[in-house]
């Protein structure tokens, strides 16, 4: 595992608050979009009796900042987990709510973190937990307080704790790079002078399917996250690409080109084998996805003329074409309740995100950079991470699923693509 | 060469057939009488023609057998890589790429040439082996390029076959977007990008 220095960062907008400096600071970051229905929340620095590596509550505020659901202030005072809440004093930063907490080294050198959500108006406890940590999962900490509160004041499940995946190019070496949802903390578990594109995450977070150019073609690699253990579970003559989880993890989708052009095929995802070709058309077949259920599998087509995304049973049958809208639609990502189909679709040659509600068959376009790739689910299906280009560099973006909020990640030192929003993590 | 004018044991030719008699005979010797025995071994002779790549044999050119009325000529032999017409820079072969319109996967007039030349060549020389490399231009998905350039090197693959080239001298695969020889964002990089190279082994 190689550490590397971040190179994402996220553009943060400190704006001053009117008054005195010390009265408090509201959080503002680089979103658009935002209406005026956000849930002012005030998130004190919390309590510790140390210099803990990493500021817990900083995290907290960010992470919920970036969200878009939150007005975040912060009071530029310490709370810790018992108090005493000055509710006065929230209520008059603007908080409806407020929360405090306390870092405490442990005897074995791990963190004891705890904090309190408080009801600025009832005066009362809304959440309180405690959470043990080592050192360098601080940062980790604070998403999972982050994924709590959010849960409680919004009843939607937080994706702060989750992981993504994307790769970079810079200066000739490709870098399949892991961070945490926010693009902060960096590891590079695979480097290389070819490109590597792809990357899928296992349904239990700890592996990633890819596809690596390092034996001059495109291969499928199987990769566990905390050994390094690669296995390539696709090689066959030709390209092998486009790899997709089923929901339990046993088996991959893939694209393979050993029976002529691109066709969909099933592999035992452990070691490649039992390979069983799934889609028979005389075009491209590729660009698989299980429905969240395992039942179903959407891919992208050219089988009537024109790349499409088409809808076939795992258990073979026959394929049924989804989107309309466009003369290219493709890479087609299902939302995590399978009530949502998110696709890369071109519009006056233009390529955008677009998604389609598939109970009523509405199709929308959620973006309006043009030059979109790379469509991806959070897994709480309310944000769709993407690439785009702007000024000849390739940038990383979120939206919320109706389109209205969007975030952007800035990369300062390569270019970015494939990004693959992870699962919760237990 | 050093030119043994006498032989204790027979000629080249019939050596390796006595050759473990010898041995018996030598050991015997040896083990028999502490007395040093000279036996006189055959001079060993490297027969170059024999290391020549036979595949590439078209570029190797036989020089004469050397030294008049010698009882064991040695004919050398020299590889020269111009001979082969792969190396030939006037040669067809020296095309190596198939260009294609946009959106297209049909080979083009211009490019039949190329195609059947590869294709004499690798039905005359069975043992060389090529990849055929597809690529396309940057735009759209990634995975969905990569299909595309299956589809020019499908189509570079299936015309040697119907020109009589081994299934297995040839492997299709594509590098999609991934490795663009023309990096621009214009027209003109990604007409360029619109191709498939032959690649030999």
Known sequence: MIRSAPILSFLFVFLLGFGPREAATQVRIDVSGVGGTQLPISVATFASDGRPAQDVAAVVRSDLARSGWFRVIDPQQTLSDTGPVDYAGARARGAETVVGGTVTRLPDGRYDVRYKLYDAVRQNVLAAESLVAAEADLRLAGHRVADAIFEKLTGEKGVFSTRIAFVTKQGGRYRLNVADWDGENIQSPLVSPEPIISPSWSPDGSRLAYVSFEAKKPVVY????????????????????????????????????????????????????????????????????????????????????????????????????????????????????????????????????????????????????????????????????????????????????????????????????EPAWGPFLK | ???????????????????????????????????????????????????????????????????????????????????????????????????????????????????????????????????????????????????????????????????GVAEAQVEAVSLGEEKPKATGSDEASWAENRRADIVYQ
């Open chain 1, 222 to 417: 199987v990769h566990t996250l905390a050994t390094g253990q690669r296995t390539a579970v696709a090689n066959f003559k030709g390209s092998n690409s486009a790899p997709a989880w089923s929901p339990d993890g046993r088996t991959l989708a893939v694209a393979l080109t050993r029976d002529g052009l691109s066709q969909i095929y099933l592999i035992n995802a452990a070691d490649g084998s039992n390979s069983r070709r799934l889609t028979s058309s005389n075009g491209i077949d590729t660009e698989p996805a299980f429905s969240p259920d395992g039942r179903s599998l959407y891919f992208t087509s050219d089988r009537g003329g024109a790349p499409q995304v088409y809808r076939m049973p795992v258990a073979g049958g026959d394929a049924t074409r989804m989107t309309f809208g466009s003369t290219y639609n493709v890479s087609p990502r299902i939302s995590p309740d399978g009530k949502q189909l998110a696709f890369l679709t071109r519009r006056d040659g233009k390529y955008f995100v677009g998604m389609k509600d598939l109970a009523s068959g509405n199709e929308t376009v959620l973006t309006d950079g043009g030059r979109e790739e790379s469509p991806s689910f959070a897994p709480n299906g309310r944000w769709v991470m993407y690439t785009t280009q702007e000024g000849g560099r390739d940038l990383l973006m979120a939206t919320s699923v109706d389109g209205r909020i969007k975030q952007r990640l800035t990369s300062p030192t390569g270019d970015i693509r």
């Open chain 2, 1 to 163: 060469m050093i030119q043994r004018s006498r032989h204790a044991l027979p000629t080249p030719r019939t050596a390796s057939f006595l050759a473990p008699l010898v041995a018996l005979i030598a050991a015997f010797a040896l083990a028999a009488c502490s007395s040093s025995v000279k036996l006189d071994e055959p001079a060993p002779v490297e027969d170059r023609s024999k290391t020549t790549d036979a595949s590439a044999g078209s570029g190797a050119t036989a020089g004469s057998a050397g030294g008049g009325g010698t009882e064991r000529p040695v004919a050398q032999v020299t590889v020269d890589p111009s001979k082969d017409p792969l190396n030939d820079p006037n040669s067809p072969l020296a095309k190596r790429s198939i260009y294609f319109d946009f959106d297209s996967f049909t080979i083009k007039d211009e490019f039949r040439p190329v195609v059947e030349a590869h294709a004499k060549y690798l039905v005359t020389n069975k043992a060389r082996k090529i990849v055929i490399q597809g690529n396309t231009d940057e735009r759209g998905s990634r995975e969905y390029n990569l299909a595309l350039g299956q589809k020019r090197s499908e189509a570079v693959r299936k015309s040697l076959a119907a020109l």
